[in-house]
């Protein structure tokens, strides 16, 4: 709609000269009980979400569709974005999956380019986008764990959110590895048995293949 708009607008005007911000989401998971701060309209975050965004050509150029980057660098590197050993690991499955194609995503590329230059996303503390996926998505392969927000109005030309303001949320960011990335002992465990299902279902002749996970 016109507020989402408005906002992927201010954002990609406000950080244009910022080249530590890459991306800008329309899309917000997290409920007020996990922001640091759920009266400022906006946050920074680790996560690019990969509906109802924004960027420039600046950072575009320098996606990366083959994850050198991500097949390359080291457990403890990642550790040191997503905050755990955990949740390194799980990306590193991740990143495995869709190298091997075993899982077909733009979105893990597009994180891992912005993780290797150190990149950071805006992010609304509203929802201010629907996402249809779900219900009609190519690639989606199961069910979420977590609730779609409503859409909410958001007041982001304010003394508190202006440009200069916004600020990285810790608890955000945890609530997001956990819940939506699968950065937890089970998330592991999920992954692992989803990479070998993935690695069935893609050794499967076309016609028997099926959405199984």
Not at 43 to 66: C, E, F, G, N, V
Not at 92 to 119: C, P, V
Not at 130 to 139: F, I, P, V
Not at 171 to 182: E, I, N, P, S, Y
Request: with cysteine; hydrophobic share 40%; glycine share 6%.
């Amino acid at each position: 709609g016109t507020q989402l708009l408005d906002f992927l607008n201010y954002n990609l005007i406000g950080h244009e000269a910022n080249q530590k911000i890459a991306h800008i989401n329309g899309y917000n998971l997290v409920h007020k009980e996990h922001l640091t701060n759920p009266d400022h309209a906006s946050r920074l975050s680790i996560y690019p979400d990969s509906y109802a965004w924004a960027t420039w050509d600046r950072a575009w150029q320098k996606y990366d569709d083959s994850l050198i980057w991500a097949q390359n660098t080291s457990v403890q590197d990642i550790k040191n974005i997503c905050g755990s050993t955990i949740g390194a690991l799980r990306w590193k499955q991740n990143f495995g999956d869709a190298a091997a194609e075993r899982i077909d995503t733009w979105a893990y590329r597009w994180l891992a380019s912005m993780w290797e230059h150190n990149w950071l996303m805006v992010s609304p503390n509203r929802n201010i986008a629907t996402y249809a996926g779900w219900e009609g998505g190519t690639h989606t392969r199961r069910k979420p764990k977590w609730t779609e927000l409503p859409i909410n109005d958001i007041h982001f030309i304010d003394e508190v959110t202006t440009i200069e303001h916004v600020m990285m949320d810790a608890a955000a960011d945890a609530w997001l590895g956990k819940k939506v990335f699968g950065e937890s002992l089970s998330g592991l465990a999920e992954g692992v048995a989803a990479t070998m299902a993935m690695s069935v279902l893609k050794h499967q002749p076309r016609h028997q293949k099926k959405l199984i996970l």
